[in-house]
């Protein structure tokens, strides 16, 4: 299909809402999306959004198969943190890891449709964990390390997990944080779990006694399960399951309530791709740096960028203020050019005046700010100390798990501002009475299908919760929204303020 857009990403964006199924089929196939079977139809867009039309009917896939498809000796992984060894993982040595941990998890006994859980810091462990679970069509979960045992609980509760993956423990700000005490009460809240598979953060880890943890074991010794006897490991299989097929499930924060568990398939592959490869101009060079564990949407975002063979750094602790230029070092260290980070960190450097020197160099090309509002303070001090490189905020929600709103490059940016959304994201904002309003606050709503919205809630058998939840607002319209206050000029596309 060849179209022109004389008026740039405002005509493409208009076109890709406007034409949901032909965008989505485009972009599938410009992904290069692995598959075994094809889709018949996009979406059936007669089908009511409350409803929950679905996506890609007929096509069976694996989202493990498309993030391992680079297997070469470029750079997939670098491990870092503030007390462990560097280490480095190639596309081809992450594959075969994965495969080890698959292996050991099928001896085992986990199969499509089984829970595995995770709590625990921001390892290469969970990353080859995940991918692992997902090839074998079973069902990846995490909550975040910082965590209370019955914050957890309140989770994992829900679920009847069958795997357990945690930790010994992990170093943060320069302390060392024990997990074996939470982890006990944890388990103990856990019946149904068979295994409880504990990552030893240091060699004398082994040494520590996890005999009242039941069924449990350390990582290591269970991975042996994996290996034959002759000393190999078995082929690699990618359960091929549907477009639909639950690969994990995120959380509400539990503001009003116990935590909800929201339900992601493949979607997220093909959502987070476009707008990485599209509006970040990334390629295989690219570098992205995480501070973030497996917990929140980031991770299963994060992870997804494999499938565009760019390379994660994976930095366990708090790399921030372990010295005026600890931040700006790492990033030097390891050549990072693209990074997702919370604006306060940013807004406690710039109060403690922690900047790069003038012999810093920082190939980093963009900083984004993510999960809450940057202060023009913040924008004033990355102008002053990243001259050459692009820095905006952002909008996204563990709904969606992705970026909905950011700067694209091609069009004008004003400070503290988002100029866009992501391609094939039909957006509006709603007044109170339920009507489209521009230059006024209200309520950011997706207004058409999409594909990465959650498949559901768990244990929402009749689908009323999440209907509930997410599309009872206006009575009238088949719109889901997000509880989040915007103020907007012009929906996408706001002009105002300081011109960047």
């Given at each position: 299909?060849?179209l022109?857009?004389?008026?740039?990403?405002?005509?493409?964006?208009?076109?890709?809402?406007?034409?949901?199924?032909e965008?989505?089929?485009?972009?599938?196939?410009?992904?290069?999306?692995?598959?075994?079977?094809?889709f018949d139809?996009?979406?059936?867009?007669?089908?009511?959004?409350?409803?929950?039309?679905?996506?890609?009917?007929?096509?069976?896939l694996?989202?493990?198969?498309?993030?391992?498809?680079?297997?070469?000796?470029?750079?997939?992984?670098?491990?870092?943190?503030?007390?462990?060894?560097?280490?480095?993982y190639?596309f081809?040595?992450?594959?075969?890891?994965?495969?080890?941990?698959?292996?050991?998890?099928?001896?085992?006994?986990?199969?499509?449709?089984?829970?595995?859980?995770?709590?625990?810091?921001?390892?290469?462990?969970?990353?080859?964990?995940?991918?692992?679970?997902?090839?074998?069509?079973?069902?990846?979960?995490?909550?975040?390390?910082?965590?209370?045992?019955?914050?957890?609980?309140?989770?994992?509760?829900q679920?009847?997990?069958?795997?357990?993956?945690?930790?010994?423990?992990?170093?943060?700000?320069?302390?060392?944080?024990?997990?074996l005490?939470?982890?006990?009460?944890?388990?103990?809240?856990?019946?149904?779990l068979?295994?409880?598979?504990?990552?030893?953060?240091?060699?004398?880890?082994?040494?520590?006694?996890?005999s009242?943890?039941?069924?449990?074991?350390?990582?290591?010794?269970?991975?042996?399960?994996?290996?034959?006897?002759?000393?190999?490991?078995?082929?690699?299989?990618?359960?091929?399951?549907?477009?639909?097929?639950?690969?994990?499930?995120?959380?509400?924060?539990?503001?009003?309530?116990?935590?909800?568990?929201?339900?992601?398939?493949?979607?997220?592959?093909?959502?987070?791709?476009n707008y990485?490869?599209?509006?970040?101009?990334?390629?295989?060079?690219?570098?992205?740096?995480?501070?973030?564990?497996?917990g929140?949407?980031?991770?299963?975002?994060?992870?997804?960028?494999?499938?565009?063979?760019q390379?994660?750094?994976?930095?366990?602790?708090?790399?921030?203020?372990?010295?005026?230029?600890?931040?700006?070092?790492?990033l030097?260290?390891?050549?990072?050019?693209?990074?997702?980070?919370?604006?306060?960190?940013?807004?406690?450097?710039?109060?403690?005046?922690?900047?790069?020197?003038?012999?810093?160099?920082l190939?980093?090309?963009?900083?984004?700010?993510?999960?809450?509002?940057?202060?023009?303070?913040?924008?004033?001090?990355?102008?002053?100390?990243?001259?050459?490189?692009?820095y905006?905020?952002?909008?996204?929600?563990?709904?969606?798990?992705?970026?909905?709103l950011?700067?694209?490059?091609?069009?004008?940016?004003?400070?503290?501002?988002?100029?866009?959304?992501?391609?094939?994201?039909?957006?509006?904002?709603?007044?109170?009475?339920?009507?489209?309003?521009?230059?006024?606050?209200?309520?950011?709503?997706?207004?058409?299908?999409?594909?990465?919205?959650?498949?559901?809630?768990?244990?929402?058998?009749?689908?009323?919760?999440?209907?509930?939840?997410?599309?009872?607002?206006?009575?009238?319209?088949?719109?889901?929204?997000?509880?989040?206050?915007?103020?907007?000029?012009?929906?996408?596309?706001?002009?105002?303020?300081?011109?960047?």
């Amino acid at each position: 299909m060849i179209l022109n857009f004389p008026d740039g990403y405002e005509d493409l964006y208009k076109w890709s809402v406007e034409n949901i199924c032909e965008f989505w089929a485009e972009l599938w196939d410009f992904l290069g999306i692995i598959y075994s079977r094809r889709f018949d139809t996009v979406v059936d867009l007669n089908v009511p959004m409350r409803d929950l039309p679905k996506w890609f009917e007929g096509a069976k896939l694996n989202y493990a198969e498309n993030i391992l498809k680079y297997r070469d000796d470029r750079l997939a992984l670098i491990v870092d943190g503030e007390d462990i060894e560097e280490e480095t993982y190639t596309f081809a040595q992450m594959y075969e890891k994965t495969r080890l941990y698959a292996a050991a998890f099928r001896k085992f006994g986990l199969k499509k449709g089984d829970i595995v859980i995770c709590h625990m810091s921001n390892r290469r462990e969970a990353v080859f964990a995940t991918q692992a679970v997902i090839s074998i069509g079973a069902i990846w979960t995490a909550a975040l390390p910082m965590l209370g045992a019955q914050a957890v609980l309140q989770r994992f509760r829900q679920l009847n997990a069958k795997i357990f993956l945690s930790e010994d423990g992990y170093r943060l700000d320069g302390k060392d944080v024990d997990m074996l005490t939470k982890l006990a009460e944890i388990v103990e809240g856990l019946p149904s779990l068979e295994k409880v598979l504990i990552v030893a953060s240091k060699p004398e880890s082994h040494s520590k006694d996890i005999s009242k943890i039941k069924n449990s074991c350390f990582l290591d010794e269970f991975l042996k399960m994996g290996i034959e006897d002759d000393g190999s490991v078995p082929p690699m299989k990618f359960e091929q399951v549907s477009f639909s097929h639950p690969i994990t499930i995120g959380y509400t924060s539990g503001s009003t309530g116990v935590p909800k568990c929201i339900v992601h398939g493949s979607s997220i592959l093909i959502a987070v791709a476009n707008y990485v490869l599209i509006n970040f101009d990334t390629d295989r060079n690219s570098r992205w740096f995480s501070v973030m564990p497996a917990g929140t949407a980031v991770w299963i975002s994060k992870i997804t960028k494999h499938f565009l063979g760019q390379t994660i750094v994976l930095y366990e602790g708090s790399p921030y203020f372990l010295s005026p230029t600890s931040f700006w070092d790492i990033l030097e260290k390891h050549r990072i050019s693209h990074i997702l980070m919370f604006p306060r960190a940013l807004d406690e450097m710039e109060k403690r005046n922690y900047s790069p020197s003038k012999k810093h160099d920082l190939p980093l090309a963009r900083l984004t700010t993510v999960g809450c509002a940057t202060k023009p303070k913040t924008y004033d001090f990355l102008l002053r100390v990243l001259k050459d490189s692009v820095y905006s905020t952002s909008l996204g929600c563990t709904e969606l798990s992705q970026l909905a709103l950011f700067r694209e490059l091609t069009l004008p940016a004003y400070k503290g501002q988002m100029n866009a959304a992501t391609l094939g994201m039909p957006m509006q904002v709603f007044g109170d009475d339920g009507n489209p309003v521009i230059g006024e606050a209200g309520e950011i709503v997706i207004s058409k299908p999409l594909p990465n919205l959650p498949l559901g809630l768990w244990n929402d058998k009749d689908g009323s919760v999440y209907r509930e939840k997410y599309f009872s607002k206006y009575p009238g319209t088949e719109t889901l929204f997000e509880l989040l206050q915007f103020i907007t000029t012009s929906l996408t596309f706001a002009s105002a303020g300081e011109k960047l």
